[in-house]
């Protein structure tokens, strides 16, 4: 008997993955068409009326609220996929300590295929120790400065997401020299999600040892700057990964 359901099982996952396939090639063909024909790639009435006919077609169906949550993920790896073909920028993610840079730049260049370049990890693989240890070794100062070189070197590359340390945007040299190829994004928080969040972690050398109303300041401090620095905002309290990758999507596809 199981086995048979299994087979059942089998069956159907070779057709959705056919199908997928074909789903997820077309949407990379209409996204060539539209760049050749200069036609607007972004066009949520469309979405609309294929999750109202989606809607109307599970009515009275068990799972309708499932499917409906796995056609999102659909549309999101569709657009990502799009993306590539559309968007001559590389996003730039910046924000304070805490607010998801690597996690989320992580999982968006998975999507979309876009290279995945986290300024911190490279200066920490190539200097061979940690940025708590550039920092107690060699002082602030120094570490800025290997900050600065690698984004003035990893802004060069094409279709990248660049998730950056949250003091980037110290130095204005560093946002001229993102912005050359890239859009910023800030990823916005409440201080309370960040303070929660990095106190976790314990791994930030700015942070060891601060109250909530030290890194309260600091925030306040610095939000003038991301906000210059920013071609788009998104704020990210409590809004899982899958969620903020789509409202980047959904602002850099407009
Ligand atoms: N959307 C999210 N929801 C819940 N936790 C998150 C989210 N984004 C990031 N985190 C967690 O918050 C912490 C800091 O994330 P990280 O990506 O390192 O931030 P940043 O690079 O901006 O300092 C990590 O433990 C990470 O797993
Ligand atoms: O805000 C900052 O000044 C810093 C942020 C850190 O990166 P994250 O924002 O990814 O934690 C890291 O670059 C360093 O500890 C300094
Ligand atoms: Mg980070």
């Given at each position: 008997?199981?086995?048979?359901?299994?087979?059942?099982?089998?069956?159907?996952?070779?057709i959705i993955?056919?199908?997928?396939?074909r789903?997820?090639?077309?949407?990379?063909?209409?996204?060539?068409?539209?760049?050749e024909?200069?036609?607007?790639?972004y066009?949520?009435?469309?979405?609309?009326?294929?999750l109202?006919?989606?809607?109307?077609?599970?009515?009275?169906?068990?799972?309708?609220?499932?499917?409906q949550?796995?056609?999102?993920?659909?549309?999101?790896l569709?657009?990502?996929?799009?993306?590539?073909?559309?968007?001559?920028?590389?996003?730039v993610?910046?924000?304070?300590m805490?607010?998801?840079?690597?996690?989320?730049g992580?999982?968006?260049a998975?999507?979309?295929?876009?290279?995945?370049?986290?300024i911190?990890?490279?200066?920490?693989?190539?200097?061979?120790?940690?940025?708590?240890?550039m920092?107690?070794?060699?002082?602030?100062?120094?570490?800025?400065s290997?900050?600065?070189?690698?984004?003035?070197?990893?802004?060069?590359n094409?279709?990248?997401?660049?998730?950056?340390?949250?003091?980037?945007?110290l130095?204005?040299?560093?946002v001229?020299?993102?912005?050359?190829?890239?859009?910023?994004?800030?990823?916005?928080a409440?201080?309370?999600?960040?303070y929660?969040r990095i106190?976790?972690?314990?791994t930030?050398?700015?942070?060891?040892n601060?109250?909530?109303?030290?890194?309260?300041?600091m925030?306040?401090?610095?939000?003038?700057?991301?906000s210059v620095?920013?071609?788009?905002?998104?704020?990210?309290?409590?809004?899982?990964?899958s969620?903020?990758?789509?409202?980047?999507l959904?602002l850099?596809?407009?």
């Amino acid at each position: 008997m199981l086995d048979v359901l299994r087979s059942e099982i089998d069956e159907c996952d070779a057709i959705i993955i056919e199908a997928l396939l074909r789903r997820l090639m077309t949407a990379s063909r209409i996204a060539a068409y539209k760049k050749e024909q200069n036609l607007a790639l972004y066009q949520p009435e469309r979405e609309a009326a294929i999750l109202n006919r989606i809607e109307k077609s599970l009515e009275n169906t068990p799972y309708a609220k499932h499917i409906q949550e796995l056609y999102r993920c659909i549309f999101r790896l569709s657009r990502c996929i799009q993306m590539k073909h559309v968007f001559p920028h590389n996003i730039v993610l910046v924000g304070f300590m805490g607010s998801g840079k690597t996690t989320v730049g992580q999982y968006l260049a998975d999507m979309s295929g876009y290279a995945y370049y986290d300024i911190d990890t490279i200066i920490e693989e190539e200097a061979g120790y940690s940025i708590s240890e550039m920092f107690s070794r060699h002082g602030e100062a120094f570490f800025r400065s290997v900050e600065r070189k690698t984004i003035e070197r990893v802004s060069n590359n094409d279709q990248a997401v660049i998730s950056c340390g949250g003091g980037c945007i110290l130095d204005q040299r560093n946002v001229v020299c993102l912005k050359q190829k890239g859009k910023v994004v800030w990823l916005m928080a409440e201080p309370e999600t960040l303070y929660e969040r990095i106190k976790l972690q314990g791994t930030r050398p700015l942070i060891i040892n601060r109250t909530f109303a030290e890194i309260e300041d600091m925030i306040k401090k610095r939000q003038p700057l991301y906000s210059v620095a920013a071609d788009y905002r998104i704020s990210i309290d409590r809004k899982p990964v899958s969620d903020i990758v789509d409202a980047i999507l959904d602002l850099v596809m407009r």
